[in-house]
């Protein structure tokens, strides 16, 4: 007659399952809030003109928020919002051609809108910043260089917060072509470059 075969377990294994069961899983990143300052919020860019000069200009009205992780230096995503109808040249002709059909068109889209989605560190200050850029309706994938300048607490009260709060710096350099998204205006003659360098600079505060 054939007889059933007992395995027998070693006293340690019981143990061990109820140990690994136990254990808390690996740590998230903890994702924070931070809000730009938007009287330290520089959203800055160049742009060839017929090849004599760039001209330099910047967009004075923008908000936005960003979600960050200091710790373990991850992003969670985020939006700048910048508003097209506060472009400046220090030239109010220059300007309002801007604003116009050929170029921002800022009746029809009042804002161009900026999402950071990803950080690929390349340094312990910085990487390549990818994310998404909304322009004239159309949203393209934008790859810019980023350097964490600081993140600690303000010298000076910030907010409300006595002694100041804690605070994120950040500037961010790259270039895009505006005809990715459809504004040819003076391409054809070489009037104005396609290439448009950006720059953004950016401290904003956790809450």
Known sequence: MNRARVMSVHPAIPLLLAVLLTVPPLAQAKMERWELDDSHFAVGFMV????FARVLGMFLEAEGHV???P?????????????????????????DH?????????EEFPRMVF???????????????????????????????????????????????????????MSLRGTI???DWGME??????L???????LLEFEAQRR
């Open 192 to 198: 104005v470059g396609d290439d448009i360098e950006l």
């Open 98 to 106: 801007l604003r116009g059909t050929d170029f921002l068109d800022v």
């Open 67 to 69: 979600f960050f992780d």
């Open 48 to 51: 060839d003109h017929i090849g």
């Open 185 to 190: 205006y003076g391409l054809d003659r070489g």
């Open 115 to 169: 999402r950071p989605m990803r950080l690929d560190w390349v340094n312990e200050r910085g990487g390549r910043l990818m994310g998404e850029l909304e322009l004239l309706g159309v949203s393209r994938p934008v790859t810019l260089d980023f350097t964490l300048n600081k993140v600690g607490r303000y010298p000076f009260p910030l907010g409300g917060l006595l002694g100041g709060g804690p605070v994120l710096g």
């Open 71 to 95: 710790e373990n230096r991850e992003l969670g995503g985020g939006e700048f919002v910048i508003h097209t109808a506060s472009v400046f040249t220090n030239h109010e002709k220059r300007d």
């Open 177 to 179: 072509r505006r005809s």
